[in-house]
């Protein structure tokens, strides 16, 4: 007896069992993945400001006098293209821009966040890209940070010059948010929330609702089925099995 209550206290899972309760409520997952994905949709496209990119790129060749170049110069100014890039995010450099552009209320950690400066293998450009909700400002850090940057670079690397490849644009389009991913991640969130919220409830129900039930969790045999006679709205009687 004490071996069958210790057995009735184990809790049996059977996927499949669950698979098929996922599958018999998957109206409800659908609509929770679709309510989501709208609500994702209507926060990215009228809820969240609008992020434009501007991107500004120089090149940097580590030549000292007016020779012609030679590769090892090419060889070293590509070796050298993550210390420019270390240089371009600096303090120093960004603490300037913010004073030289005036930008009140911005610290230098806030503002380091919206820079990114990508420098490629194999190459001495250097691209540095400037992410803001306003595309005028964005373009304006973008070619502060590489005026700033080209006298910086230069007098710590004891270089003669930094040329420009191309100067900041300004961002006609919108860079972020994704619409398609918020809606997506929306969708898919929504979904797995549903199905892990029918998963637990359907763990936490231990009640007895057929003579399955009762042979599987108590492990008793059922003898017989009582009918259970109930009236519908008409008055007729209904006989259900109990």
């Known amino acids: 007896m004490e071996d069958h209550r210790e057995n009735n206290n ?9 698979v098929h309760v996922l599958l018999g409520r998957f109206w409800i997952i ?11 949709f209507v926060v990215s496209a009228y ?20 020779t012609a170049v030679t590769y090892t110069d090419v060889q070293m100014g590509t070796q050298l293209t993550k210390d420019y890039a270390e240089l371009i995010n600096s303090r120093y450099v960004i603490q300037k821009v913010i004073d030289l552009l005036s930008l009140e209320g911005i610290e230098y950690e806030e503002l380091m966040k919206k820079v990114s400066v990508d420098a490629p293998a194999d190459t001495r450009i250097v691209s540095i890209t400037v992410k803001h909700t306003d595309p005028a400002l964005a373009m ?3 070619n502060g940070i590489r005026e700033v940057a080209e006298e910086h670079i230069q007098n710590v690397m004891d270089l003669e010059a930094v040329n420009v490849v191309e100067t900041a644009n300004m961002p006609m389009e ?20 549903a199905c892990a919220a029918i998963v637990i ?3 936490l129900d231990d009640t007895i609702k057929s003579s399955e039930d009762v042979e599987k969790y108590l492990g008793l045999s059922t003898l017989a089925m009582v009918p259970v006679i109930s009236e519908d709205n008409t008055g007729r009687k209904i ?3 109990k």
Do not use: H, Q
């Not at 184990?10 to 669950?18: N, S, V």
């Not at 919108?174 to 929330?193: R, V």
């Open 239 to 241: 006989k259900r099995k």
């Open 10 to 18: 184990e809790i049996e899972l059977d996927l499949l069992e669950i």
């Open 174 to 193: 919108k860079s972020g948010p994704s619409i398609l991913k918020w809606t997506l991640i929306g969708g898919m969130a929504g979904g797995f929330l």
């Open 201 to 203: 409830i359907f763990l």
């Open 30 to 40: 659908l609509c929770a993945g679709v309510i989501a994905a709208l609500a994702g």
């Open 140 to 142: 304006s850090i973008a």
């Open 47 to 66: 809820v969240l400001a609008p992020v434009y990119e501007s991107t500004t790129k120089i090149y940097i060749l580590n030549k000292t006098d007016n």
